[in-house]
């Protein structure tokens, strides 16, 4: 008799117990990888699994050992290279540790960052790894951290949130790159962002919910205030939040009377748009725009001029995230971590003394 089950049936343990000649229950035992049994026992087990084609069912084996062998992961936009290379970190160490990674995008939405939380809460994964899309709004994140999965905050952290948290240093970094600007003669200075506020302008830093972009506004204005320059606020332009809306403020900026004689640009996708508008109206980048982006993004260093970037250790944000919570989850139960991670200048052909 045909020992081997229909191929439109899913191979179960007690199918592949059948085939080793074993019970149930010490089938169960090899599959999951607890209890004892001997070497014979286990080659029989594991080449009968092999030769049926047996995939084990991961939520019978998340309640038979508390653990599914998964993370979940929430970040703000995939599509940006930023969050794309941070992931890249996250998996790498997730993998090495025996964990699978699960990815939602939330498209900084704080309601599909939400729904995205539940969804992978059902999913029973061991931890989170979570990009927060409002600094304002964390009761969902807050129930997680009470509920005792473990939680790490990446790139974006909250002092209301007692979890693992790694960022970059990003306000030194907006101070440095605006002092530089001023040192060249640059007192027309626009910063560009995708947050966005309700009316879609900028007031003071408390109108932006994500901490990185906060902390680099703060540091672009406290630099202009030291240096005497006032009402700095109104060269803050937030709601660059797809390649159409960066193009048409930078675009609209660039074509004013009294145009920024400089930009920064807190993303390299909004860097991108705001190197194509300047192209496209016929400025040249740097003798009629100086301009700086955040992330060291591939694109970043082939144009033609190459653009100077703040280079954040963006795999190293999402590696070193996923450590804390591989650690938290091997039962390392000391207090939250706080980790800075440096970033670095990388100064190429985009800027230049301010013109005349």
Not at 41 to 50: I, L
Not at 99 to 112: K, P, Q, R, Y
Not at 289 to 294: I, P
Request: glycine share 8%; aromatic share 4%.
């Amino acid at each position: 008799m045909d020992q081997n089950p229909p191929r439109s049936t899913s191979v179960t343990v007690a199918d592949v117990a059948r085939r080793a000649g074993v019970s149930k229950a010490t089938a169960a035992r090899v599959l999951g990888g607890y209890g004892t049994v001997s070497d014979r026992v286990r080659e029989a087990v594991t080449a009968a699994a092999r030769a049926l084609d047996y995939r084990p069912n991961e939520l019978a084996r998340s309640m038979t050992t508390g653990r599914s062998g998964t993370i979940g992961v929430v970040v703000g936009d995939i599509e940006n290279p930023f969050f794309s290379l941070a992931v890249r970190g996250i998996t790498d160490v997730a993998r090495q540790a025996g964990f699978t990674v699960i990815l939602i995008n939330s498209g900084e939405d704080v309601t599909a960052e939400k729904a995205a939380i539940r969804t992978l809460l059902a999913k029973r994964v061991d931890g989170l790894i979570v990009s927060p899309a409002k600094e304002s709004e964390l009761d969902h994140l807050q129930e997680v951290a009470r509920s005792g999965r473990p939680l790490a905050l990446l790139d974006r952290g909250s002092e209301a949130l007692a979890v693992d948290t790694v960022i970059a240093d990003d306000r030194n970094a907006a101070e440095a790159v605006t002092r530089r600007l001023l040192a060249l003669g640059h007192r027309r200075i626009a910063y560009i962002t995708a947050c966005d506020t309700s009316d879609h302008l900028f007031r003071t830093p408390t109108d932006i919910n994500t901490g990185s972009v906060r902390r680099r506004i703060e540091g672009f204005l406290d630099i202009c205030r030291e240096a005497g320059l006032a009402e700095m606020e109104r060269w803050v332009h937030v709601g660059a939040s797809s390649p159409e809306h960066t193009r048409r403020i930078a675009t609209d900026m660039l074509r004013a009377s009294g145009r920024p004689t400089a930009i920064i640009a807190s993303d390299s996708v909004i860097g991108l748009e705001v190197f194509k508008a300047s192209c496209a109206i016929g400025l040249a980048i740097p003798s009629d725009l100086s301009l700086v982006s955040f992330h060291d993004a591939d694109w970043t260093s082939v144009t033609s001029p190459p653009v100077t970037v703040v280079r954040q250790p963006v795999y190293r944000l999402g590696e070193r995230a996923a450590q804390l919570l591989v650690e938290r989850l091997n039962g390392e139960g000391m207090e939250a971590r706080r980790v800075v991670l440096q970033t670095e200048i990388v100064e190429r052909a985009s800027v230049a003394e301010a013109p005349a």
